[in-house]
């Protein structure tokens, strides 16, 4: 019985080695991503979109798609206010769009954390490891991570919401 606790503590402690490590990882391919492909790097222009409505929404004060002198509905509430607000701290020129891509890779990469503690929780630590690596480093998370679209932050808000919802109904209430 003692030994099984050994290699448990073990497997506890490397466990957390490994996911500081896949975090840093998933950092570094997205950043990397960023800093290779920049601009070039689009999906439908639904990137475009975003960036040309929150820039529109900065100037005017509008909420506005394409074409921007529409009011819109169509995309997710309160996007163009987020990218707004990173656009205020960072600007719109070249090397701000690319700070605003580098902040929603990270952003990703703690969703990465989100999906170990989520799996951890409810399935157990080396499912949580491999679906958080397989997040960090999957080619699609990868690619639209460092968008400036929904991704990122559908994924980090659904993610860390049900992870908290779930440590919060199982505490007992007080």
């Not at 996911?19 to 999906?43: C, D, H, P, Q």
């Not at 509430?77 to 902040?103: D, H, N, V």
């Not at 699609?140 to 994924?155: A, G, K, Q």
Request: aromatic content about 12%.
């Amino acid at each position: 019985m003692a030994e099984k606790e050994q290699l448990r503590s073990e497997w506890t402690v490397s466990s957390k080695h490994l996911i500081i490590i896949i975090f840093i990882i998933a950092v570094m391919l997205r950043v990397l991503t960023v800093i290779n492909y920049g601009e070039s790097l689009k999906l439908f222009m639904d990137d475009r979109h975003y960036v040309n409505g929150a820039i529109n929404f900065l100037k005017t004060g509008h909420v506005a798609g394409s074409p921007l002198d529409e009011p819109t509905v169509i995309s997710m509430p309160g996007m163009f206010l987020w990218l707004a607000g990173l656009m205020k701290i960072f600007g719109y020129t070249q090397s701000g769009l690319e700070c605003i891509r580098i902040s929603l890779g990270v952003m990703d990469a703690i969703s990465a954390l989100g999906i170990y503690k989520l799996f951890k929780y409810t399935l157990g630590e080396r499912v949580a490891l491999l679906a958080a690596t397989f997040y960090a480093i999957g080619i699609p998370f990868i690619c639209t991570s460092v968008l400036t679209m929904t991704e990122s932050v559908t994924v980090f808000g659904i993610v860390w919401f049900l992870y908290l919802s779930l440590i919060h109904i199982s505490e007992p209430t007080r």
